[in-house]
């Protein structure tokens, strides 16, 4: 254990006290919980977090804290850090003033191998046990010595588990994570909808069932409350109700918390808004009152906190990831790249063109076909069907953002985006008139020339030929956040074609596809099957639907697939192996009650040439944020609040 060092405590007042070898001179004053968290550990490297505590009665104005840690500190965040085994770490401008009560929390990266360590600085009136989660129970204000002695420092210890956002354990929430109000823990807080229902979901594995205090830290800049509902295994163990009032402004953190029931093994906690304007912020959930672990969210009991079998940079990754943001205004992967390997290209749609509202599809046609840079709100139900090769059918052409004014916008005609560029489409429902045939119109067709395409947020079902074909040649496209569905079994059930045929010689070196968070359900074949492109899939759920499920991807001639951080459910071959092409299977990819092949094949695939490390979340926790947030659910979504 390490020396503790002398550090100020500065009050309000202007005066200071050293608690170094000096009695404690409030008389209220309690110890602080400075805790040391292993947060992801991936044995040549580690994540990690240190909370303090203000267990005083009076606000302290600038704090600091060292250790002693086992690995190398390589980079640190919420903090300025020094020293070099001892680090010290101390406060930053937004999060140096602490009120009674009040905590701040900060991370970092070391390499090396991961030990809890101990802590002391200006608020840290013990140290941290040797367990993955301690924190410090306040000492009696009659205490005199700076430093409790090792045996009052293991009688007040008691182990708790925070779950953060873009950690093990934290599943969804309907909205987005945010970082835009201070104040907050790990990489960002919770930020549902504001609408009645709108939830944040969590899994958590206890090691006996027992009674267990959750406590949520959340801010709430509103004038009323934002209460939510709390439900302990969809309600089976417990149907509680969590008062979250006003905090006065959204950078004023406090807690609540409540006592409940927990089984022995997974449990889900979920937390419903109860009032339109839906739940208060949410920055952390912690559970204390016995032995804890991150759960699994899909629903398989985790004694343990998972670790990625993929690289340390995966891992390092997952566990500080902020996804929920990009599902609101970042495009990422290959639509934002200038072919295979090129440099990076904005993708903007319409841009900064003033919005316009069309409510019939001549008016849709006719704006999104012109010459001009266009943002499209579609209001309400436009188009009138179509069958095979006749009917309404929607040509967009380059500049152009299409979107859903609400959420579940139907468009009643397919998309057909040829020869165009710099193409947004989102917030859309696209409904196939039931037919199959392989010569009948996709849901959605990109072709030629076409390049720079994000599709984003949308539901595409029964497709008659195919759901979402990209082909003949075009490039760069993202699909995130979109369903690709079928709800019967017509025999064809073909999703995502990538190249029409074998013989496609335009196609070579084009075909850069990304498909990230998206929800593959009842497909037959195609999810996606290509030729000659470079295929990343990564973070998608596939489920049957209740459909007979047969091949997922699949790469053909001269095509590489990535396979990364997927879900699979029921999927009789989840990887088909194909002759040609090549399939690298990587990362943490659940295979849930499969069968076939799903593993590598043909040889390494290719390294994407953009960085998305920053949204890649762990394959457990998939199934939860994509059921969540796949579809065309944006609220408000013209303006993407």
């Known amino acids: 254990m390490m020396n503790h060092k002398h550090c100020k405590l500065i009050k309000k007042s202007g005066r200071s006290l050293l608690l170094a070898n000096l009695a404690l001179a409030v008389s209220s004053a309690a110890w602080a919980d400075c805790s040391y968290t292993i947060t992801n550990n991936w044995g040549s490297g580690y994540t990690g977090e240190i909370k303090v505590t203000n267990n005083t009665n009076q606000t302290v104005n600038g704090w600091s804290v060292s250790w002693r840690d086992s690995g190398t500190i390589t980079s640190s965040w919420n903090a300025s850090l020094s020293g070099s085994n001892p680090y010290t770490a101390t406060s930053v401008d937004w999060n140096r003033t ?46 005199s010595s700076a430093a409790p002695s090792s045996k009052a420092a293991s009688s007040v210890a008691a182990s708790a588990l925070i779950l953060q956002e873009g950690q093990n354990g934290f599943c969804s929430v309907n909205g987005t994570i ?58 089976s163990n417990g149907n509680y109700t969590v008062e979250l009032p ?56 985790s004694s343990a906190p998972k670790s990625s079998a993929s690289s340390s940079t995966t891992t390092s990754a997952a566990s500080s990831s902020s996804v929920p943001t990009s599902q609101c205004n970042t495009v990422m992967g290959y639509a ?73 916008t139907q468009l ?86 990538v190249a029409s045929s074998d013989n496609e010689p335009v196609s070579e070196g084009k075909l850069n596809i990304t498909f990230m968070f998206n929800h593959f359900k009842g497909v037959a074949q195609r999810a996606p099957r290509c030729r000659y492109g470079n295929i990343h899939v990564v973070n998608n759920l596939f489920t049957t639907g209740g459909l007979p499920s047969q091949m997922a991807i699949s790469a053909g001639v001269q095509c590489k697939a990535v396979v990364e951080n997927n879900h699979f459910i029921g999927i009789s071959e989840p990887v088909h192996q194909r002759s040609g092409g090549a399939a690298e299977v990587r990362g943490s990819n659940i295979f ?14 290719f390294v994407p040439p953009y960085q998305y490390t920053s949204v ?25 609040k």
């Open 98 to 143: 602490l009120a009674p009560n009040a905590s701040a929390t900060f991370g970092f990266q070391g390499t090396g191998s991961a030990s809890v360590a101990a802590v002391s600085g200006s608020l840290c009136g013990a140290a941290a046990s040797s367990s993955s989660k301690s924190s410090v129970a306040p000492s009696s204000a009659a205490q």
């Open 412 to 497: 009643r005609a397919p998309i057909h985006i040829k020869n165009a560029s710099n193409v947004i489409v989102r917030n859309l429902v696209i409904k196939g008139p039931g037919s199959n045939s392989d010569q009948a119109w996709d849901n959605l067709n990109i072709e030629g020339t076409s390049k720079n395409i994000w599709i984003d947020h949308n539901e595409f079902w029964d497709g008659q030929d195919g759901n979402a074909d990209v082909v003949k040649g075009a490039d760069n496209v993202t699909f995130t956040w979109n369903i690709f569905g079928y709800t019967t079994n017509g025999g064809h059930n073909f999703s995502n074609l």
């Open 246 to 301: 006003s905090t006065g402004s959204w950078t004023n953190w406090q807690t609540a918390s409540i006592e409940v029931d927990l089984v022995q093994g997974n449990n889900s906690v979920k937390l419903t808004a109860v009032g339109a304007e839906g739940l208060s912020n949410i920055d952390s959930l912690q559970i204390s009152g016995g032995p804890t672990a991150p759960g699994s969210c899909s629903g398989t009991t």
């Open 592 to 605: 849930e009650n499969t069968s076939g092949d799903k593993t590598s094949y043909g040889g390494s695939a």
């Open 336 to 408: 934002t790249r200038s072919g295979r390997t090129g440099g990076a290209v904005s993708v903007t749609g319409g841009g900064n063109a003033t919005p316009i509202v069309v409510k019939t599809f001549a008016d849709l046609v006719k704006y999104a076909t012109d010459s001009s840079p266009r943002v499209i709100h579609i209001d309400g139900t436009v188009g009138s069907g179509w069958s095979g090769t006749n009917g309404d059918r929607l040509s967009i052409g380059s500049n152009k953002t299409i979107v859903g004014l609400r959420p579940g």
């Open 178 to 235: 945010d970082s835009d109000n201070s104040g907050y823990t790990g990489s960002g807080f919770a930020n549902t909808e504001n609408a009645q229902g709108t939830a944040v979901s969590w899994a958590v594995s206890a090691a006996n069932s027992s009674r267990y205090t959750l406590t949520f830290r959340y801010a709430n800049g509103g004038t009323s409350p934002r209460n939510g509902s709390l439900l302990i295994n969809g309600g």
């Open 616 to 640: 890649l979340v762990d394959g457990s926790r998939v199934k939860g944020m994509v059921e969540a947030g796949a579809g065309a659910t944006l609220k408000d979504a013209a303006a993407c």
